[in-house]
């Protein structure tokens, strides 16, 4: 047991950096924890949602659920099979989020709330329900026709394309929030 304690006691002391080595790996940790934070900044994958295309996109059927991606600087829409419906982001002249709820479990919870004793098909009701955020854009296609899509997306969603949208230069209008703000700052300033 002491042969091996002594051996290795020689082996650190062998490897055992000097100054200089140890000055030189923390230089070259430094610089690759540099270049690791530059190309996780640098690196925007593009943003992919499982959506339901509800209306407004030409030659995407109503209703149709898909992939909704921002490619480069484009907004596409791609169902399984058929090819990418696209928009240019620079063209969306207003965006609008909404959320929605839906109700699940199709004729087998209807029932299940009707024979339900006691009123309890309200407590079912509680349950039966999913959220989802509706996102809907107006654009300017190629020739200046104005066009206005939705989609359906999981809850949370929505505002993560929105901000996207909005960072790659889509267009959006004032909210009625800040709307209201501004005309209650503007007669505030008129009474004055």
């Not at 709330?113 to 006691?118: C, F, G, H, L, N």
């Amino acid at each position: 047991m002491n042969c091996v304690a002594v051996t290795w006691n020689h082996i650190v002391y062998f490897w055992r950096p000097r100054p200089t080595v140890r000055f030189l790996i923390l230089v070259i940790l430094s610089a690759a924890v540099a270049f690791a934070q530059n190309a996780s900044q640098s690196f925007n994958p593009p943003l992919s949602v499982q959506a339901a295309h509800v209306l407004g996109f030409e030659s995407a059927k109503s209703n149709a659920s898909g992939t909704l991606s921002i490619q480069d600087n484009s907004l596409q829409f791609q169902q399984e099979g058929k090819p990418a419906v696209r928009v240019q982001i620079a063209s969306v002249q207003d965006l609008c989020l909404g959320e929605q709820s839906k109700q699940v479990g199709g004729l087998p919870m209807t029932l299940g709330k009707a024979a339900a004793p006691y009123g309890g098909g309200r407590v079912i009701s509680l349950f039966a329900h999913k959220k989802y955020d509706t996102l809907t854009l107006e654009y300017v296609d190629t020739d200046g026709g104005f066009h206005g899509a939705m989609f359906q997306v999981n809850k949370g969603q929505g505002e993560a394309l929105r901000s996207a949208l909005v960072t790659k230069g889509a267009h959006v209008s004032e909210s009625p929030d800040q709307a209201k703000q501004q005309a209650t700052t503007e007669v505030s300033n008129e009474n004055k």
